[in-house]
């Protein structure tokens, strides 16, 4: 990670960005928490900050870490106004903040030790996992007010070892203090993952980006584009083979039955010239209307005018008779017998006959 300063507009443009409040912007309490959740917990926690706060309650902005073993837990107050406009000016950028965390979390902590690290305006103190302060500049090369009531406060609790970053006079300090401090070296990277964050409820980042989403939905775009394009493609090539199948069928059409003189459906006018040069070589389909009723008159010997109509449909022949046609004895079981025997299967109801030919005639 590389450290400078530089104005808003010069800043580096990252995938992610992250936010470190600087230690005096944020205070942080521990505190008991309630068992509320949701809605109600959020409307309860300026209440909790409240006996803390020198500032009016509604200017400040109260969130809580997420408990770790208990009910105890740390909140951290800012001033929301100043947190606004500071997201603010980094939208305005095109600057997106991920997350924030406080400065004082963002030290590195080792098991019962504390961090400190000095600054030309202020320091900054780390005391647990969850917990720390800023302090006063040093003055006149003394430890920092702030730091000595830390350790009071502490009680038992007192650290084995203090962690100093910055120039200070170590064993005048571990003298005044009575606890060993050491001094170390300012980190090159901040590596400690986030221990708090403070963008929740209303000012947690927008799920939805379009700065996130610009490539992806440019993707999306770019495939929907591909597949309309592959649609058309694939149409005009079947629309293309449609009708060079359709040519070769009229002229397939022209060839077989040359008197046919306009040509609307080739399959259906071929089928049906098919079915007539059939039937002039007295080998038309049985399942046709004209062989289907030559074979009946040919089977079914009947007096002039007893029928009445003839209705071809669903490969089947219905003929209504007149009821005198089947007046006389036995002239129904007559007529289905005379059917059965030219290969026909009858059914007679009423006075109206139903034939196809059988399933071996077909």
Not at 185 to 193: G, M, Q, V
Not at 300 to 324: C, M, Q, S, Y
């Amino acid at each position: 990670m590389r450290r400078d300063r530089a104005v808003l507009a010069e800043l580096p443009r990252l995938p992610r960005t992250e936010l470190v409040i600087a230690a005096p912007d944020v205070l942080l309490v521990e505190t008991p928490l309630p068992s509320l959740s949701g809605a109600r917990l959020r409307a309860a926690l300026p209440s909790l900050a409240e006996p803390h706060l020198l500032v009016d309650l509604e200017a400040a902005y109260v969130v809580a870490a997420r408990p770790v073993g208990g009910t105890r837990t740390t909140l951290a107050v800012l001033d929301r106004p100043l947190l606004q406009r500071a997201l603010e000016l980094l939208r305005r950028v095109k600057l997106e903040p991920a997350s924030a965390t406080p400065e004082a979390l963002t030290l590195p902590l080792a098991p019962g030790r504390w961090r400190l690290r000095l600054g030309t305006a202020y320091a900054c103190l780390r005391t647990a996992p969850l917990h720390g302060l800023a302090s006063s500049a040093l003055i006149e090369g003394e430890p920092p007010v702030e730091l000595r009531l830390a350790l009071e406060q502490a009680g038992t609790a007192r650290p084995q070892a203090i962690e100093v970053e910055g120039s200070c006079d170590a064993a005048a300090w571990s003298a005044a203090l009575g606890v060993p401090l050491v001094c170390v070296d300012e980190p090159a990277t901040r590596a400690e993952p986030l221990a708090f964050e403070l963008l929740q409820y209303e000012l947690a980042p927008r799920l939805v980006s379009w700065h996130a989403w610009r490539v992806p939905a440019l993707l999306a775009a770019l495939c929907a584009m591909t597949w309309i394009v592959g649609l058309n493609v694939e149409a005009a090539l079947m629309l293309r083979e449609e009708r060079m199948l359709k040519a070769q069928m009229v002229a397939a059409l022209r060839e077989t039955a040359p008197s046919v003189p306009v040509v609307l459906d080739p399959l259906k006018q071929m089928q049906r010239a098919v079915a007539d040069l059939r039937v002039g070589a007295g080998a038309g389909d049985p399942r046709e209307f004209l062989p289907l009723a030559t074979a009946l008159a040919r089977a079914i010997t009947l007096e002039a005018d007893t029928v009445r109509a003839l209705e071809f449909r669903g490969e089947a022949l219905r003929v209504d008779f007149d009821p005198r046609a089947l007046a006389a004895p036995k002239a129904r079981e007559r007529m289905l017998e005379q059917a059965s025997a030219a290969g026909l299967a009858a059914r007679l109801s009423e006075n109206t006959l139903s034939v196809r030919p059988k399933e071996d005639q077909r």
